[in-house]
């Protein structure tokens, strides 16, 4: 999705007024339940589904599984009314809406402020040409990861470049988050690390000037920690555990049951006893994530990046590592 094809809007709650909706859809794969949130006016309305719903749902304190409970018990007339009454009684006076046309894809506070995907990729690209550092950049989800492979920067492990990670998710939950890592020259696959500090957060109610300075701070400051990370890395392939084991593992990956069944495929016909290919199995699927199968007869075409991220994290893997 084009960044020109959004807008930012912000709307006043004593103008506006929530009602639950839900619409069979009629598609190739067959019929399906469109449940959406709409917040209309005079004169506009606006449709939230998926997050956007769960965000507002969560200004208005009200867990969305409260909340879709309410609607599976007592249907969704009961669900407008909730909603209304909390809409005037709690949360915030005004919102900001990020929208595509009549779709929300973010609701915030008014305070949020939204970082272009460009800014960020073009902080981190100055700082690194003026470190003489040559490298290579990968952009996956519409801009909201990066990876950028320092081609000319020394490794401690043969095989293994180092590189360095953003994500930029835009949707006012999360952080900017930068992290190192490394990219596995045989397959390509990232990894990243949270150890030893490496993971800083910027949030998103900075002005761009004061944003942009802190970011060439932090890819300083990763610059000098880049180097050592892949010996993390290369520390699990000295740690054994039988194939059977590794499955087992598998099952307890905090990641939804089809990403697990996803990594299952590649332990059983790529293993080589360590936990490293345990490892490979899940940054392959991280790295990969647009092509796992979610259903029988499609692929994923709207896949959460937070998968990407957290599958490509070493950290995904710390609370199942036995050291002996």
């Given at each position: 999705m084009k960044q020109d094809t959004l807008k930012e809007?912000?709307?006043?709650?004593?103008?506006?007024?929530?009602?639950?909706?839900?619409?069979?859809?009629?598609?190739?794969?067959?019929?399906?339940?469109?449940?959406?949130?709409?917040?209309?006016?005079?004169?506009?309305?606006?449709?939230?589904?998926?997050?956007?719903?769960?965000?507002?749902?969560?200004?208005?304190?009200?867990?969305?599984?409260?909340?879709?409970?309410?609607?599976?018990?007592?249907?969704?007339?009961?669900?407008?009314?909730?909603?209304?009454?909390?809409?005037?009684?709690?949360?915030?006076?005004?919102?900001?809406?990020?929208?595509?046309?009549?779709?929300?894809?973010?609701?915030?506070?008014?305070?949020?402020?939204?970082?272009?995907?460009?800014?960020?990729?073009?902080?981190?690209?100055?700082?690194?040409k003026a470190e003489g550092i040559t490298f290579e950049k990968v952009i996956k989800h519409n801009g909201s990861i990066g990876f950028y492979q320092l081609k000319n920067q020394r490794s401690v492990v043969e095989g293994i470049v180092p590189t360095i990670h953003y994500y930029n998710k835009n949707s006012g939950d999360k952080s900017i988050r930068f992290n190192c890592g490394g990219m596995v020259l045989l397959c390509s696959n990232g990894m990243m690390s949270d150890s030893g500090g490496i993971k800083i957060r910027l949030i998103h109610r900075m002005d761009l000037k004061d944003l942009r300075k802190k970011i060439n701070d932090i890819i300083g400051s990763l610059l000098e920690k880049v180097e050592q990370i892949p010996v993390e890395f290369e520390r699990l392939k000295k740690l054994k555990l039988?194939?059977?084991?590794?499955?087992?593992?598998?099952?307890?990956?905090?990641?939804?049951?089809?990403?697990?069944?996803?990594?299952?495929?590649?332990?059983?016909?790529?293993?080589?006893?360590?936990?490293?290919?345990?490892?490979?199995?899940?940054?392959?699927?991280?790295?990969?994530?647009?092509?796992?199968?979610?259903?029988?007869?499609?692929?994923?075409?709207?896949?959460?990046?937070?998968?990407?991220?957290q599958m490509q994290n070493i950290s995904l893997l710390a609370p199942l590592i036995q050291v002996k």
């Open positions: 809007l912000v709307i006043s709650k004593d103008k506006f007024d929530p009602r639950y909706v839900e619409e069979i859809v009629h598609t190739q794969y067959g019929d399906r339940k469109d449940k959406k949130v709409l917040l209309g006016s005079t004169n506009n309305t606006y449709v939230c589904r998926g997050k956007a719903i769960s965000k507002l749902c969560s200004y208005l304190g009200l867990k969305r599984r409260q909340f879709n409970k309410i609607v599976k018990d007592s249907g969704v007339t009961e669900a407008t009314n909730t909603l209304t009454q909390k809409w005037k009684a709690e949360g915030l006076d005004n919102y900001k809406l990020l929208l595509h046309q009549d779709t929300v894809l973010r609701i915030t506070s008014i305070e949020y402020i939204g970082v272009p995907h460009s800014v960020v990729q073009s902080e981190i690209e100055t700082r690194l039988s194939k059977e084991d590794a499955l087992k593992k598998v099952e307890e990956l905090k990641i939804p049951k089809y990403l697990q069944q996803a990594v299952r495929r590649h332990v059983e016909e790529n293993f080589d006893g360590s936990y490293w290919s345990l490892f490979m199995a899940s940054t392959y699927v991280g790295t990969h994530l647009e092509q796992v199968p979610k259903g029988k007869k499609k692929i994923m075409k709207d896949v959460s990046e937070d998968h990407s991220v």
